[in-house]
């Protein structure tokens, strides 16, 4: 059952029936908060909703019973870290638990607000520790080549699919797009001519305006010229082969495709694109809030994680170009 169509009006306890009707009932009021008022993606609701089913049938074991308002409130620190190490026994690993915790403190805060009380245990537990990777964009050469719709010129496929492909990764690297975003866009909205920028819905379903340079427009207006398929203006800018919207498996399996042809490693993907975007803009003197705009990013932290690929950069080209480096 989707959170996604709220419309239907569903108890609380068919969606948390490890829970007694008063918490059940503020657990779906919860999530139809995080719907309508923070606009989180049908995504983010089934996994909060499912984080907290999990630790509410933990409750219920613990207990015997299933957990009240009055039982969520008065539980134990001891409780929350047996939960978290029954989860990590079960193979589950620390971005999934931190995930989960935050989900069941966020429905904490919701009680609180609303004046049930305050469940103090889940603040006294210390949060599981995420290493923190570094993005791995391709090179600026790759990048490029990627995008250019010549690089497919030999495969025995459609020119219109070539095309259209060439045209997607091109917003990804061009635009820093995600692969998400660029299928969203509708024909009415596409880039081509004297339209340099173009409106996409990000996470959260925040709007944000995004330049498109002039190589990217062409490369969709190339597409659209060969596309086969009507494109209506309301209608999906790219759409599959029996006109229908795009799927992102078939942008990914086209980059499998590039990676064998051109040599690329297995981080090669679209959404590598994106992070090369940002560090290519970076390395080029690009400011970091300007990038976190062109991003999407809600906080400045998430787009500092491209100072330190570009910092790796720069040491490896010591390691390999300085007399005292080796």
Same mark, same amino acid.
């Given at each position: 059952m989707t959170l996604a169509n709220a419309n239907q009006p569903v108890t609380g306890a068919l969606r948390f029936p490890a829970a007694a009707p008063d918490l059940a009932g503020e657990a779906v009021a919860w999530l139809g908060h995080l719907a309508a008022e923070r606009r989180a993606s049908g995504h983010t609701l089934e996994a909060y909703g499912r984080d907290l089913r999990q630790f509410l049938n933990f409750l219920a074991l613990e207990n015997g019973a299933n957990p009240t308002i009055a039982d969520f409130c008065a539980i134990r620190p001891s409780v929350v870290r047996d939960f978290m190490a029954e989860r990590r026994a079960q193979g589950v690993e620390s971005r999934s638990l931190l995930r989960g915790l935050a989900g069941v403190r966020s429905f904490a805060r919701h009680l609180e607000r609303n004046g049930h009380g305050q469940a103090s245990a889940l603040n006294a537990v210390r949060t599981p520790k995420i290493a923190r990777s570094i993005p791995k964009p391709l090179t600026a050469a790759d990048a490029c080549e990627v995008a250019d719709p010549a690089t497919r010129a030999g495969e025995a496929r459609p020119q219109w699919v070539l095309a259209r492909d060439a045209?997607?990764?091109?917003?990804?690297?061009? #635009?820093?797009?995600?692969?998400? @975003?660029?299928?969203?866009?509708?024909? @009415?909205? #596409?880039?081509?001519?004297?339209?340099?920028?173009?409106? %996409?819905?990000?996470?959260?379903?925040?709007?944000?305006? %995004?330049? %498109?340079?002039?190589? %990217?427009?062409?490369?969709?207006?190339?597409?659209?010229?060969?596309?086969?398929?009507?494109?209506?203006?309301?209608?999906?800018?790219?759409?599959?082969?029996?006109?229908?919207?795009?799927?992102?498996?078939?942008?990914?399996? #086209?980059?499998?495709?590039?990676?064998?042809?051109?040599?690329?490693?297995? =981080?090669?993907?679209? !959404?590598?694109?994106? !992070?090369?975007? #940002? =560090?290519?803009?970076l390395a080029r003197g690009g400011d970091l809030r300007s990038i976190q705009e062109l991003l999407g990013h809600a906080s400045l932290s998430t787009t500092q994680i491209y100072t330190a690929v570009d910092s790796a950069r720069l040491l490896e080209a010591w390691k390999s170009a300085h007399p005292r480096a080796r």
């Open positions: 045209a997607v990764l091109g917003l990804l690297y061009g #635009a820093g797009l995600r692969i998400s @975003e660029a299928l969203s866009l509708t024909r @009415e909205g #596409a880039p081509i001519g004297a339209i340099d920028q173009i409106t %996409v819905v990000g996470k959260g379903r925040k709007l944000r305006s %995004v330049p %498109v340079i002039g190589p %990217v427009r062409d490369a969709i207006a190339d597409y659209i010229t060969l596309c086969p398929w009507p494109l209506p203006p309301k209608g999906p800018l790219f759409v599959g082969a029996k006109g229908g919207a795009l799927s992102p498996r078939i942008i990914q399996l #086209a980059m499998e495709r590039m990676r064998g042809a051109l040599g690329l490693p297995d =981080t090669a993907t679209p !959404h590598a694109l994106r !992070h090369s975007f #940002a =560090t290519h803009l």
